[in-house]
């Protein structure tokens, strides 16, 4: 029989569920076993809960002015807000008309070469209607004259984003093929939603710019109404398949934040996390997103409140994401 | 910049270029400036550390190892810092106490809700003063942090075991203030150092 101390000193590992299995499971087994333990274990859990409630403070502004001051003038100079040079629109547009017939490409890195470009009457866009390029097979330019159709499985490296400001309403993906590709677009154009879709999806697993894209893609689509329905199922995707936790969690978090378009299928992909998902951090975002879902009244299934209700009760589940679940369920239950 | 890693960031720092100070400011003030003002209790001396923490961190950009997290490296700054001045708040004449600082009511809640959320912030406060130094560096950065023990027992420069340890004492008293529970027993008793 193990003894109640030590025990009792996993009982706070119990809680942050950084206790390895065999260890949780045994003293899940001496709590269930010992009544001394059992009420101790009860206490834990509301004195954590209780901890809970202590709110996050503001930074006062004014600490940050007091920084920069001190380390300026080493820094002021380039203490200022990050901006990508943006090109005016009929740069844009311009672009997509001319640039690509010969070839050549700009953006993405700085070493590529630049082309200059001058100003088209934004008129000669509806007249001479920009060719579709596939980005399988060549290199392309802004979003609006490649297909959205992404041909077989470009192997595509070096991802990198560009302004996801909401100041400009243009956004770039860039990345190497055989070249170093630079497709510029409004979130919205359907051939950088495909494009996005595909870098979340295929991506390598092992790279960290996964996690940046997802940041990314939040930030972007956070500006935009109703994102397609194609990117947040690419991020249902992810979350199902990834092996990177913290990769899990970003997808089920920014799903919350994004999910004025949330389709059935995300909406599974959610219940489906919050009901087999081990880490118990993905478990508690995928059910801050149900909860949200449930409180605009959007789309549910059966399914979905079966699986809240189970959670709200079962008695091994990290203490938050019952009282989430439960939360949950109860702005179901007036309708 | 906000596109870039905190490793990318702190290689721009390291190459002696100050540009990233505010993006990297921007992303962990709020963590910073929280874990002192808990553990100090007190809202000058956490605006101190905060901005102390970040001068330090360009100052010795060159001690921070790329395959090191970002955020336990300022955390052992910002602990370090804590501690220092603890000890010299020690050795002058012991000050009033800090007055907590007002937040304002969020709108959905009644007046006498936000009273009682006041309160309990209060309790709170007030029961992580009972632990010591140690404990509550332990528990503020396990609790509020969700640091493993393992980058906490980097931060305190301790064993995995010691910080376990500190947790689970700093749990014993807080729960014994927190719910006025006596139920532990004699474990209870004596685990308040
Ligand atoms: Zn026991």
């Known amino acids: 029989m193990p003894d109640c101390d030590s025990m009792r000193e996993n009982m706070p590992l119990l809680l942050t569920e950084s206790l390895d299995p065999a260890r949780r499971e045994l003293t899940h087994q001496h709590i269930e076993t010992c009544p001394m333990c059992v009420a101790e274990w009860s206490a834990y859990k509301e004195t954590w809960s209780i901890l809970d409630t202590l709110p996050e403070l503001d930074v006062p502004a004014r600490v940050k002015q007091r920084f920069l001051a001190e380390v300026s003038p080493a820094v002021t100079p380039n203490v200022v807000p990050f901006r990508r040079r943006s090109a005016p629109r009929w740069l844009a547009q311009a672009a997509a008309a001319v640039i690509i017939a010969g070839g050549a490409f700009y953006g993405g890195h700085r070493m590529t070469p630049r082309v200059e470009l001058t100003p088209t009457p934004a008129t000669l866009v509806n007249v001479q209607p920009a060719p579709f390029y596939s980005i399988a097979e060549s290199r392309v330019l802004p979003a609006a004259s490649i297909s959205p159709q992404i041909e077989g499985r470009p192997d595509i490296q070096n991802v990198q984003f560009t302004d996801a400001s909401p100041s400009n309403d243009q956004i770039g993906v860039s990345f190497d093929i055989t070249s170093h590709v630079t497709v510029t677009g409004r979130p919205t154009d359907k051939s950088m939603v495909r494009l996005l879709r595909y870098v979340l999806e295929n991506e390598d697993k092992q790279s960290p710019s996964r996690s940046r894209a997802i940041d990314w893609v939040r930030s972007t689509y956070a500006h935009v109404g109703n994102p397609d329905p194609e990117i947040t199922e690419a991020l249902a995707n992810v979350l199902r398949n990834d092996d990177n936790q913290g990769v899990r969690i970003k997808a089920a978090d920014t799903l919350r934040s994004l999910q004025s378009t949330m389709t059935d299928g995300t909406r599974d992909a959610l219940v489906e996390a919050l009901k087999n998902d081990p880490n118990p951090a993905v478990r508690l975002k995928a059910v801050e997103a149900l909860a949200k879902l449930a409180r605009s009244g959007g789309n549910m299934d059966p399914d979905m409140v079966d699986t809240l209700r189970k959670k709200a009760s079962q008695g091994d589940e990290n203490v938050y994401v019952r009282v989430k679940a439960a939360e949950a369920l109860s702005s179901i239950q007036p309708k | ?193």
């Open chain 2, 1 to 193: 910049m906000k596109h870039l890693s905190d490793q990318e960031l702190m290689s721009i720092v390291q190459a002696g270029d100050f540009a990233p100070a505010s993006e990297i400011y921007d992303r962990y003030s709020s963590r910073i400036y929280n874990f002192a003002y808990r553990f100090l209790k007190n809202s000058e001396a956490a605006e101190d550390a905060t901005q102390e923490v970040f001068v330090k961190m360009l100052k010795h950009a060159g001690q921070f190892h790329g395959g090191a997290k970002l955020s336990t490296w300022l955390f052992s700054i910002t602990a370090n810092w804590c501690r220092d001045y603890l000890r010299k708040a020690e050795n002058r004449s012991k000050d009033g106490e800090d007055v907590l600082i007002t937040l304002p009511a969020p709108a959905e809640l009644s007046p006498e809700r936000h009273l009682e959320r006041r309160e309990d912030e209060q309790r709170i406060q007030k029961a992580l003063t009972l632990l010591s130094p140690d404990q509550r560096e332990a528990i503020l950065l396990s609790r509020y942090q969700g640091l493993s023990y393992a980058e906490i027992a980097q931060i305190s420069g301790c064993s995995e075991g010691a910080v376990k340890t500190r947790v689970f004492r700093a749990m014993e008293v807080l729960k014994k203030a927190l719910t006025g529970d006596a139920r532990g027993g004699d474990r209870c008793l004596t685990a308040i150092p």
